[in-house]
């Protein structure tokens, strides 16, 4: 059996290929989102840029202790080696946990999902953005997904 292809059903088969993988890109699924939710219950903060949380009114598959990541920052990691870098990731997560133990509210906003299948949004505490907050802290540095920020 041969099969023939005229030059226009080529064209035609690039052309959806290019159109397919734009829509695939990393860059356009940064722009998606999945709306908002002002119904978190913290159930406990891993560390400064991470937490676990119940959404009321979401499925308990995917609502119940799920991980929230903050979006456009990132923290020090509390498992690093060097003891100040250890101390500032300390820090950070109890300045996460009394904000949220305080919260009236606290929102997620331009929700997505991370590479770990962990929720990744901006998550506003009584209307303040905890992001902006940490960074003014100096207890986060801005990251944007890619090459994380070096902590001294």
């Known amino acids: 059996m041969k099969i023939q292809f005229s030059v226009s059903h080529l064209c035609y088969v690039l052309s959806i290929s290019i159109l397919f993988s734009l829509f695939q890109s990393n860059d356009l699924e940064a722009v998606r989102t999945f709306g908002k939710f002002d119904n978190?219950?913290?159930c406990r903060v891993?560390?400064?840029?991470?937490?676990?949380?119940?959404?009321?009114?979401?499925?308990?598959?995917?609502g119940s202790e799920i991980s929230i990541r903050i979006a456009k920052i990132d923290t020090p990691e509390i498992t690093?080696?060097?003891n100040e870098i250890k101390q500032l990731a300390i820090q950070a997560r109890d300045y996460v946990s009394a904000k949220l133990a305080h919260a009236k509210i606290i929102q997620l906003d331009n929700i997505k999902r991370d590479?770990?299948?962990?929720?990744?949004?901006d998550?506003?505490?009584?209307?303040?953005?905890?992001?902006e907050e940490l960074i003014a802290q100096g207890l986060a540095k801005p990251y944007n997904g890619k090459k994380k920020p070096e902590w001294p």
């Open 80 to 82: 690093d080696t060097r």
């Open 46 to 62: 891993h560390d400064g840029d991470t937490f676990i949380a119940d959404i009321d009114g979401v499925h308990p598959i995917i």
């Open 40 to 42: 978190v219950k913290v």
């Open 115 to 121: 590479k770990y299948f962990r929720i990744l949004a």
């Open 123 to 131: 998550v506003f505490v009584d209307g303040e953005s905890l992001a």
